[in-house]
């Protein structure tokens, strides 16, 4: 889809429509049929419902991951929402409860790798 009025079309894009470029091929006729067969058992009328199911389908799988991935830090005592919602802040987080449980100052850990790589870690959480 390159612009919005292909949205408005009252029929699926021929085959040819669905080449990837990231892959360099284009649908399996397979795929394709399937592509049809949603079409018409979902009863649409535009290029604007197949995209709407379409990237529906990533939408079920993604929410499991983000709730497995939500449990996981949970367990750990950290929100990843509000902790740190990215993967550095989230390592940073993790980092800072190992060394709070642990009780090691920063005084007293200077010298181990574990705080040199806090240090790193901490440094490069704004630059990414």
């Not at 830090?73 to 190992?98: A, H, N, W």
Request: hydrophobic content about 35%.
């Amino acid at each position: 889809m390159n612009c919005l009025q292909k949205l408005e079309e009252h029929a699926l894009r021929p085959k040819q429509a669905f080449y990837s470029r990231l892959k360099n091929e284009n649908i399996s006729d397979e795929d394709y049929t399937y592509y049809q067969r949603v079409w018409r058992d979902n009863n649409m009328k535009t290029m604007r419902d197949f995209l709407e199911w379409y990237n529906n389908r990533d939408v079920g799988p993604f929410l499991q991951a983000i709730a497995m991935q939500f449990d996981f830090y949970r367990q750990r005592e950290i929100d990843m929402f509000k902790d740190g919602i990215s993967v550095p802040g989230l390592t940073c987080c993790t980092y800072s409860m190992i060394c709070r449980r642990r009780c090691i100052s920063p005084s007293s850990m200077k010298q181990t790798k574990i705080y040199i790589n806090y240090l790193k870690i901490i440094s490069s959480v704004g630059q990414a």
